[in-house]
């Protein structure tokens, strides 16, 4: 279910309707984090009244919401960088309210910092984490994240510790 109450239905769109709800979505959620800022802003720092700091995600059933929509999305939209902005902001939360880790640091593989958003679509676009290892798929997920392809071992280990308990 969306933030302002209406549910998405992505079972009965084709995938050009499907890419264009997400995207509506993911703006609207964008421009109430703008304004949430701007409140912030003209407030001295201090958050609005009865708002969040996460306004992105708040609850795990808008956690599930976004992974649903991420899964329903292709080749065309991944790239979009609301919906990367979205989901990394996801992952702190995660870590931060669901997994009570204080200081969420994103891991850093050769003095880069690695993609999360990146590397939980590459994995999902080729079948999830149980398919990409059974078919030793992480060497090319390394390639395709401009890595080392010898550093698909380090980015399974980076996945399970990052990304495999929102599943």
């Not at 992952?91 to 690695?114: H, Q």
């Not at 984490?129 to 060497?139: G, L, M, P, Q, R």
């Amino acid at each position: 279910m969306a933030k302002n109450g209406k549910r998405i239905d992505l079972e009965h769109t084709n995938e050009k309707e499907t890419s264009e709800t997400m995207l509506k979505h993911f703006e609207e959620m964008e421009l109430n984090d703008e304004k949430i800022q701007r409140m912030k802003i003209n407030g001295k720092g201090k958050d609005p009244i009865g708002e969040n700091e996460s306004e992105e995600v708040g609850t795990i059933e808008e956690m599930v919401i976004l992974l649903d929509l991420l899964a329903e999305m292709n080749t065309n939209t991944r790239g979009n960088a609301v919906v990367k902005s979205k989901f990394n902001k996801m992952v702190k939360w995660f870590n931060k309210y669901v997994i009570k880790k204080d200081d969420f640091w994103a891991p850093v593989m050769g003095g880069e910092e690695v993609d999360l958003y990146h590397l939980y679509m590459a994995v999902q676009l080729n079948g999830g984490k149980e398919n990409v290892t059974k078919n030793s798929f992480w060497d090319f997920i390394a390639t395709d994240m401009k890595m080392d392809s010898r550093n698909g071992f380090q980015l399974l280990l980076q996945y399970k510790e990052h990304l495999e308990m929102m599943h």
